[in-house]
């Protein structure tokens, strides 16, 4: 958009939030296809792995966004240890989640009684979620060395490992078909595949950190990178960041409660809940990038403090972050309706990455279409999400995530009494809510902005008040012949 060494940086950065989504979505085919490779049960594994996937994001999805915190407060050694413990506790809590839910009666009921699926299913899933007990510590250390990495503009090295995550899965998931687990433990193959991914990105992300960054930065953050980082400044910053994602990832568990619920726990029921397992990563592989625009405002904004610790001599301003925003979101859709609108497109997706038959991928079509729409209100997020992150007011997108819950609810009650069930109810509910979740957005930025500017209106206003005091003032000459004066008349 603007031809400069700062629009290659911008580019640079978006590059990555384009290869690290589109790289998880097409590892999620990856998985996928190695459940699917299994004929035998192969509708019954998909569900099964797809529940169980399904919560474990959303114990996951919160830690992913302490890269915000890398980008934004991370300006020492000593923050990053502060971070880094933070994310050590988060990732024992949430291996304690997964045990309680593998082993004890409230795994059972979350999964068998609110799902309403059989006993085959429900122990299915209940051991696969087992089995990810360690992710959310994995996944939560890459992401907060992603994050110290973008403040750094190694934008390109964070791209590098979201795809080294992707090639070493693919490679696993071709070399666990040909053992011994397709025949006696089929869920291994995706989850054993999903830890070698996650290990090298992680890998990947912290020699990166210890080559590239950990020698250049201070012990200590100054005052003039905004002071030391607190554990308190970290999570007040982050918890409102990490509900709206917690309740992003909350929202696939709650359609899948649903739309399971409104077949009667059927085969119907297990049928639906399969094809949102294949159709959900599709369908967000087009615009999920989008989502990583909020990491250009805090990391090229000069009037972060903490960016002066990374020298750049050229300047981004908001035009060229909404220009490039806006072609981003014009790209995506392109994407979407170009993949799901075109005749047989998705369903040669469908059929030859994951490996469902045809008649399957034709159940997909329709939800896949309604995909299309996201990219309008995941862009308006997003891009509102990085401004209020650079002026550090994440407080007041909050009520947005509860917002996001109540249309989600909503839609997913009201529309089976409008003929919409299955798949379509819950991708269809997920836009709304999607939409609900951004419109609340949208009016918290709106709320920031004219504080904002009626705090800058009364800075002017008092500024101007200070130079009209001063111009009253007499001159130092005019001072100084009135007290000569006055000492000649004494």
């Known amino acids: 958009?603007?031809?400069?060494?700062?629009?290659?940086?911008?580019?640079?950065?978006?590059?990555?939030?384009?290869?690290?989504?589109?790289?998880?979505?097409?590892?999620?085919?990856?998985?996928?296809?190695?459940?699917?490779?299994?004929?035998?049960?192969?509708?019954?594994?998909?569900?099964?792995?797809?529940?169980?996937?399904?919560?474990?994001?959303?114990?996951?999805?919160?830690?992913?966004?302490?890269?915000?915190?890398?980008?934004?407060?991370v300006n020492s050694k000593r923050d990053r240890t502060k971070a880094v413990l933070c994310m050590v506790v988060a990732g024992a809590v949430a291996a304690i989640f997964h045990t309680l839910i593998a082993y004890s009666d409230l795994g059972y009921y979350i999964i068998n009684k609110l799902h309403h699926v059989d006993e085959s299913v429900g122990s299915k899933t209940r051991r696969a979620f087992l089995y990810l007990a360690a992710f959310p510590f994995m996944d939560a250390m890459?992401?907060?060395?992603?994050?110290i990495l973008l403040k750094h503009k190694y934008s390109f090295l964070v791209g590098c490992a979201s795809i080294s995550?992707?090639?070493?899965?693919?490679?696993?998931?071709?070399?666990?078909?040909?053992?011994?687990?397709?025949?006696?433990?089929?869920?291994?193959?995706?989850?054993?595949?999903?830890?070698?991914?996650?290990?090298?990105?992680?890998?990947?992300?912290?020699?990166?950190?210890?080559?590239?960054?950990?020698?250049?930065?201070?012990?200590?953050?100054g005052p003039e990178m905004g002071g030391e980082a607190t554990i308190r400044k970290m999570l007040s910053f982050w918890w409102p960041l990490a509900l709206i994602l917690a309740t992003q990832r909350i929202s696939r568990p709650i359609v899948n409660l649903f739309v399971s619920r409104d077949l009667g726990g059927s085969s119907s029921a297990t049928e639906a809940v399969a094809i949102l397992t294949a159709t959900y990563p599709v369908g967000h592989m087009p615009y999920g990038w989008l989502t990583e625009i909020r990491a250009v405002y805090p990391a090229f904004d000069k009037n972060n403090p903490s960016n002066k610790l990374v020298n750049t001599n050229s300047t981004v301003t908001a035009t060229h972050i909404k220009k490039f925003t806006f072609v981003c979101m014009a790209l995506s859709?392109?994407?979407?309706?170009?993949?799901?609108?075109?005749?047989?497109?998705?369903?040669?997706?469908?059929?030859?990455?994951?490996?469902?038959?045809?008649?399957?991928?034709?159940l997909c079509v329709v939800p896949l279409r309604i995909f299309s729409f996201f990219p309008v209100p995941v862009t308006v997020r997003a891009h509102l999400t990085g401004w209020l992150m650079t002026l550090k007011k994440t407080f007041v997108?909050?009520?947005?995530?509860?917002?996001?819950?109540?249309?989600?609810?909503a839609s997913l009650i009201v529309l089976p009494y409008l003929g919409v069930h299955g798949a379509t109810l819950g991708v269809g509910s997920l836009l709304a809510g999607f939409v609900g979740e951004s419109t609340m957005v949208?009016?918290?930025?709106?709320?920031?902005?004219?504080?904002?500017?009626?705090?800058?209106?009364?800075?002017?206003?008092?500024?101007?008040?200070?130079?009209?005091?001063?111009?009253?003032?007499?001159?130092?000459?005019?001072?100084?012949?009135?007290v000569e004066m006055r000492e000649e008349n004494e």
């Not at 005749?343 to 991928?361: C, R, T, Y």
């Open 397 to 409: 997108l909050a009520p947005s995530s509860v917002l996001r819950i109540i249309v989600l609810i």
């Open 165 to 221: 995550d992707v090639i070493a899965q693919v490679v696993f998931v071709a070399i666990l078909l040909h053992s011994h687990l397709e025949c006696r433990e089929p869920l291994l193959i995706p989850i054993l595949s999903l830890y070698m991914g996650a290990l090298v990105r992680c890998t990947t992300l912290c020699l990166g950190y210890y080559r590239n960054i950990h020698d250049v930065i201070p012990d200590r953050s």
């Open 1 to 73: 958009l603007v031809p400069s060494e700062t629009s290659c940086r911008t580019l640079a950065l978006i590059h990555f939030t384009h290869t690290t989504y589109f790289s998880l979505s097409v590892f999620q085919q990856a998985l996928n296809r190695g459940i699917a490779a299994v004929k035998e049960d192969a509708v019954e594994m998909l569900a099964s792995y797809g529940l169980a996937y399904s919560l474990m994001k959303f114990f996951t999805g919160p830690m992913s966004d302490f890269k915000n915190v890398g980008l934004v407060f």
């Open 442 to 482: 949208a009016i918290a930025a709106c709320y920031v902005y004219r504080k904002q500017k009626k705090k800058r209106n009364e800075n002017e206003a008092a500024t101007e008040g200070e130079d009209s005091a001063m111009t009253d003032m007499p001159h130092t000459e005019e001072m100084t012949d009135i």
């Open 142 to 147: 890459a992401w907060t060395h992603a994050g």
């Open 333 to 362: 859709l392109t994407l979407c309706f170009v993949m799901f609108w075109t005749p047989n497109v998705s369903e040669k997706i469908l059929v030859d990455i994951i490996g469902v038959d045809f008649a399957f991928a034709e």
